[in-house]
């Protein structure tokens, strides 16, 4: 199984609805960060996570870290056109200055 | 700063032939990482520098794959001889702390 399951997998809501993204691994983990990626291009950085509890929001977008449950969740409030894309996250669990990513998420967004 | 520079964006070749892609991170970033992303198994991590010295190749595929770091501002990684299975996309990525990285826009591989 993966180290870091992402879900759903896909996703197609209307505008203007919220939405959440969960990203789980199988390992402890100690920082995560949130990535955004469009059709053809590279992955853009949205968020970074490195504490229990800690919550970041960046406009419509908020990110949770869950150290517990080694979980973080990713919630988009009154979705837009624009936040179409794959969010992918990729988590430090201690094994080295690296991320390993998750599955990634593809997320539509409907008129 | 320009960020993350990859060349080529797109590049088609025929099974056997050898190629080689191009990186150059951020300026004052000390990490240099190469993925590669495809539909089955995602973005997967094939090597990653540190100072220009190789600390991780553990992802790279086969013999076939290597990479080089000659200088903080040039990277390449070198497929030969290529087979259709490595058609994908290959993204550079940078990072001062090897956590929080920045992406290139990759380049897309196909190999007939």
């Known amino acids: 199984s993966q180290e870091l399951e992402q879900s759903p997998q896909s996703l197609i809501v209307q505008e203007g609805k919220n939405l959440t993204i969960n990203c789980t691994s199988s390992k402890t983990l100690y920082g995560l960060y949130w990535y955004k990626q469009k059709y053809g291009e590279g992955l853009i950085f949205l968020m970074m996570l490195q504490k229990g509890g800690e919550e970041k929001s960046h406009e419509k977008i908020t990110a949770k870290l869950d150290e517990k449950k080694q979980q973080s969740s990713l919630h988009i409030t009154a979705s837009q056109p624009s936040h179409a894309g794959i969010y992918l996250c990729?988590?430090?669990?201690?094994?080295?200055?690296?991320?390993?990513f998750g599955t990634g998420t593809q997320l539509k967004v409907e008129l | 700063d320009a960020g993350v520079i990859q060349s080529p964006r797109h590049e088609v070749t025929e099974m056997g032939q050898e190629v080689t892609l191009r990186c150059k991170p951020i300026?004052?970033?000390?990490?240099l990482f190469w993925y590669r992303q495809t539909m089955m198994r995602g973005l997967e991590l094939l090597i990653y520098?540190?100072?220009?010295?190789?600390?991780?190749d553990s992802g790279m595929p086969e013999d076939r794959f290597s990479a080089k770091m000659p200088n903080a501002s040039f990277s390449t990684l070198k497929i030969q001889p290529s087979e259709p299975r490595d058609s994908a996309v290959y993204f550079c990525?940078?990072?001062?702390?090897?956590?929080?990285?920045?992406f290139g826009p990759g380049t897309r591989l196909t190999v007939l």
């Open positions: 990729g988590a430090d669990t201690g094994g080295g200055n690296k991320l390993t």
């Open positions: 520098f540190n100072n220009n010295v190789p600390i991780d």
């Open positions: 990525a940078s990072s001062l702390d090897g956590r929080k990285q920045f």
């Open positions: 300026s004052g970033h000390d990490y």
